[in-house]
């Protein structure tokens, strides 16, 4: 079991910037992956950007070069950059640990891009 918790989220601009952090209460070297997913309202929720234990990273294309997941494995913390944001942003993220076995989810914060 981990908890997860999830920060940073918030009302910004178009085209303003934030920072997601998510903090677990175990180390997140267990986890071979960790990832950030957004749901906004009446959509599914999708994979918006991935991290394995090795530090390659994976992105929607929606958010590529605008987005940077990453890691501190001594904060036990996955952050997410969020720059140049625009209103279809504009969702609930959420963080997720997976391992083989299980994924676990934290209760997500909002993020809410104004036009």
């Known amino acids: 079991q981990v908890q997860l918790v999830e920060s940073g989220g918030g009302l910004v601009q178009s085209g303003g910037s934030l920072r997601l952090s998510c903090a677990a209460s175990r180390s997140i070297s267990d986890f071979y992956i960790m990832g950030w997913y957004r749901q906004a309202p009446g959509k599914q929720r999708e994979l918006v950007a991935s991290?394995?234990?090795?530090?390659?990273?994976n992105y929607a294309d929606s958010v590529k070069g605008r987005f940077t997941i990453s890691r501190d494995n001594a904060k036990n913390t996955v952050y997410l950059q969020m720059n140049s944001l625009k209103p279809e942003d504009t969702a609930v993220y959420y963080c997720c640990a997976h391992t083989i076995l299980n994924s676990y989810w934290g209760q997500g914060t909002q993020v809410t891009v104004s036009s």
């Open positions: 991290i394995i234990s090795g530090g390659t990273t």
